[in-house]
């Protein structure tokens, strides 16, 4: 069954180093998606991405953070420069057919900024 | 903001019993999702309703969509311990547009 993945599983830096996260969606999904979850909260929207521009993105998407689909598989999350409340787990999601209204999650990226 | 509220936050019940989650907003949503997630996991979805009044089954596990498409109530019959896990319910204005995620229901079933 087709699934999203996504790498690493478990990333590790300095504050104020650039972070890229990576994911891969679904292949014929159109709509694709940045969520994270900080430690014990809930899930939050970053970012949807369709037609190779971002759709919608929320206050915690601020400039530090951009999103690529490089070469029609790839899905990166760009984090330049990075802050000790950016540590989370983050969380790619695709979606297909249009009415669909099914986000299918990767396994996450544990993101640790220390 | 689009809030969705769920309740209760935290369930513990004895392997065999029932138990009911509930989801609820003052907002309408074109679609309402359920998924599971496990500890260091992304969340894994369950269902999605799309009618007003809808109901679902999967297996022992119901869902229901309000008349209304402003909640949702997730119903497990002869609770398992493998059914322990944090359930999500997700609601999405349209095609193409973020999910509202709720606050989740950490869901504990003893043998």
């Known amino acids: 069954e087709p699934e999203v993945t996504q790498t690493p599983s478990h990333q590790v830096t300095q504050m104020g180093q650039e972070v890229i996260l990576r994911c891969v969606p679904i292949?014929?999904?159109?709509?694709f998606y940045w969520y994270r979850q900080i430690l014990g909260q809930k899930v939050e929207f970053l970012v949807s991405?369709?037609?190779?521009?971002?759709?919608?993105k929320s206050e915690i998407f601020d400039d530090q953070f951009s999103v690529e689909r490089p070469d029609g598989s790839n899905f990166t999350l760009k984090i330049r420069s990075t802050k000790l409340e950016d540590s989370a787990m983050y969380f790619c999601a695709s979606e297909g057919l249009a009415g669909a209204n099914e986000q299918f999650f990767g396994p996450g990226t544990r993101l640790t900024v220390l | 903001t689009q809030l969705l509220e769920q309740s209760p936050q935290f369930l513990s019940i004895q392997e065999g019993e029932n138990l009911t989650v509930y989801c609820n907003s003052s907002s309408v949503f074109s679609s309402l999702q359920w998924y599971r997630q496990e500890p260091g996991e992304g969340p894994v979805l369950l269902v999605t309703v799309v009618t007003g009044g809808e109901v679902k089954k999967l297996k022992r596990l119901t869902f229901q969509f309000g008349d209304a498409r402003k909640d949702s109530s997730l119903h497990i019959t002869a609770a398992q311990p493998g059914d322990t896990g944090l359930y999500l319910c997700a609601g999405a204005r349209n095609t193409g547009n973020q999910f509202y995620f709720g606050t989740g229901t950490s869901l504990t079933v003893i043998p």
């Open positions: 991405f369709y037609n190779n521009e971002i759709s919608e």
């Open positions: 292949s014929n999904h159109l709509y």
